[in-house]
C-alpha cells in the first residue's frame, strides 16, 4: 500500500497558486519525501523533493510541516500546462526499497 | 543520453499470446523498475530491479516475469496476455546510492483481445 494520502482532485484558477496536499503520517526519520506529476498519458516527471526543510526550484516549492507527517506542494502561478495528476511518494535514499505511487490529486487549472 | 526508452509504443495481443516488453537505459542507474497504469488510476509497481542478476516482485507481480542480465536493460514478459493485463506500461530507473528522482520513459499501450 502506499504510504501516502492525497485528495483524488483538486481545482485551482489560472495564475493563482496551487497548493496540492499530502499526509505521510508513517514516515520514518530518513524517508524523503518526493513529487512527481503525469501530465496527460506521459511517463511522470520528477517535480521536487525534500527530507525536513523547505525546498525551492524553478517548478514548484515543497513545504513540509515540522512533525513531517503531512507536506505541501506549491505551484506559484498555476498556468493549463500544469493541468496534470501530481503524486506524492516517500523514499529511504539509497535503499532497495519498493517505490509505490499512491493514485495521486488530479489537479485540474481553470481558464 | 536517450534515457529510458521502451519499445514497442503500441502493441496488441490475442488472449494467450506471449510478448516482451523492452526497456533500455544509457544512464548506468542500477535501480529499475516496471509500473502498469490502467485507465484512470495510479501507477502500481510490478517488479523491480536494483542491479543486475537481482530482481523482485511489486505490488502487482502475477503474470509478469523479468530477469536483468545487464545493468542497462530490464525486459518484462507477459507469458501468456488476459484481458486484465490492457494497461499502458512504464519503465523507470534511477540510481540506487544517494537521493535521486526516478526517470521514466514513454510508456508502452498494451490491448489483448
Known amino acids: 500500500d502506499a504510504k501516502t494520502t492525497q485528495p483524488p482532485s483538486m481545482d485551482c484558477a489560472e495564475g493563482r497558486a496551487a497548493n496540492l496536499p499530502c499526509n505521510h503520517s508513517?514516515?520514518?526519520?530518513?524517508?524523503?519525501v518526493y513529487w512527481y506529476r503525469q501530465i496527460h498519458s506521459q511517463g511522470p516527471q520528477y517535480i521536487i523533493h525534500g527530507l525536513k526543510n523547505n525546498e525551492t526550484n524553478e517548478m514548484a516549492s515543497l513545504i513540509i510541516t515540522e512533525d513531517r507527517k503531512s507536506s505541501t506542494l506549491i505551484l506559484p502561478h498555476a498556468t493549463l500546462r500544469d493541468t496534470a495528476v501530481y503524486y506524492c511518494i516517500v523514499r529511504v535514499a539509497g535503499r532497495d526499497d519498493k517505490i509505490i505511487f499512491g493514485k495521486g490529486t488530479r489537479l485540474h487549472i481553470l481558464p | 543520453n536517450a534515457g529510458v526508452t521502451q519499445t514497442p509504443k503500441f502493441q496488441v495481443l490475442k488472449t494467450g499470446q506471449s510478448m516482451t516488453l523492452q526497456c533500455a537505459q544509457d544512464m548506468n542507474h542500477e535501480y529499475m523498475s516496471w509500473y502498469r497504469q490502467d485507465p484512470g488510476m495510479g501507477l502500481r509497481l510490478i517488479h523491480y530491479?536494483?542491479?543486475?542478476?537481482?530482481?523482485d516482485q511489486g505490488e502487482v507481480p502475477n503474470g509478469y516475469n523479468v530477469s536483468r542480465s545487464t545493468t542497462e536493460d530490464f525486459p518484462l514478459r507477459l507469458l501468456s496476455a488476459a484481458p486484465s493485463q490492457t494497461s499502458v506500461y512504464f519503465c523507470?530507473?534511477?540510481?540506487?546510492?544517494?537521493?535521486?528522482?526516478?526517470?521514466f520513459g514513454p510508456g508502452t499501450r498494451l490491448t489483448v483481445t
Open positions: 530491479s536494483v542491479g543486475a542478476g537481482i530482481t
Open positions: 508513517t514516515i520514518s526519520g530518513n524517508e524523503y
Open positions: 523507470a530507473s534511477s540510481p540506487l546510492a544517494g537521493n535521486y528522482e526516478q526517470y
